[in-house]
């Protein structure tokens, strides 16, 4: 099996508190995996460490058998690694495709001079941006609402065009930060689907972080449970639901 992501002995201190604690995880092609943990557990800062956020205190992190240790953000993400926030973070004052063009920037190049000349090359490349976005939004279901301003989209609409612009990227590893926080349970639902339709569509690797327990158990092959910055458990759906020490986590005893 082709191993996507390799993380071990990854740890991270805020001050005095030890955030993450020998972290490690195997993502392997076109898998979905799920991290779940109570609230405080580290999970959004092992997404932090795996996109360049925050630089780890020590451990391994490979993409494709490449470290990502030291790495700037951006060459992180060029090297295909993308996410969403637990909070949306949009352009809300921009329409849904322009939010889609934005994350096509970096990969459609011309010049300021380009720019401010409104040379035939700045035309030619905004034309490819347009059309690329177009395209990802009809793979996505959403090109009706291409020109619909992100902060007017329905809440479960907004959730799916964040994807979406992580999508952009081209990602090998698209990591989701708590993607069904705050939806009603039909908008869930469709989330599921998307979910799925994603992975199997663009071939991608998915770790998901997410508090809803159906949606985790539905979709994931393989989890993870953090509690207090460790690894408490790895194992299947079925394993993770009845592990009495998991349980206990959750209680909180
Ligand atoms: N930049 C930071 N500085 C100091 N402490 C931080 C920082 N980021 C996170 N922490 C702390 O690290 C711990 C883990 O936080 P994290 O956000 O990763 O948890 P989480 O598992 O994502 O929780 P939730 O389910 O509530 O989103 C918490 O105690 C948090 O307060
Ligand atoms: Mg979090």
Do not use: W
């Not at 780890?56 to 494709?64: A, F, T, V």
């Not at 490449?66 to 690694?81: F, L, P, Q, T, V």
């Not at 096509?104 to 700045?122: A, E, I, M, V």
């Not at 690329?132 to 291409?146: F, P, Q, R, V």
């Amino acid at each position: 099996m082709n191993n996507i992501l390799h993380v071990e002995n990854l740890g991270i201190n805020f001050g005095g508190l030890r955030a993450v604690d020998n972290f490690y995880m195997d993502i392997y092609g076109n898998e979905l995996v799920g991290l779940i943990g109570p609230n405080g557990a580290g999970k959004t800062t092992v997404f932090n460490m795996l996109t360049g956020i925050y630089a780890p205190s020590e451990g391994k992190i490979e993409l494709m058998g490449e470290s990502i240790i030291n790495k700037k953000i951006n060459d992180i993400a060029k090297m295909g690694i993308a996410r969403t926030f637990q909070n949306i973070r949009l352009f809300n004052n921009l329409s849904v495709v322009d939010n889609i063009k934005v994350a096509l920037n970096s990969s459609h190049l011309y010049s300021l001079k380009d720019s401010l000349f409104r040379t035939k090359k700045y035309y030619q490349a905004e034309e490819d941006m347009e059309n690329e976005a177009m395209e990802l939004l009809k793979i996505m279901h959403l090109d009706d609402l291409a020109y619909t301003l992100a902060a007017n989209l329905p809440y479960g609409k907004q959730r799916e065009l964040e994807i979406a612009r992580a999508l952009a990227l081209k990602p090998k590893l698209l990591l989701l930060d708590e993607p069904a926080a705050g939806m009603n349970p039909k908008e869930t639902l469709e989330l599921i689907n998307t979910i799925r339709y994603v992975q199997d569509y663009f071939k991608v690797s998915i770790l998901l972080i997410e508090h809803d327990m159906n949606l985790v158990m539905e979709l994931c092959k393989r989890i993870t449970v953090l509690n207090y910055g460790m690894v408490l458990k790895v194992g299947s759906p079925l394993e993770i639901q009845n592990d009495e020490e998991v349980i206990k986590a959750y209680l909180g005893n």
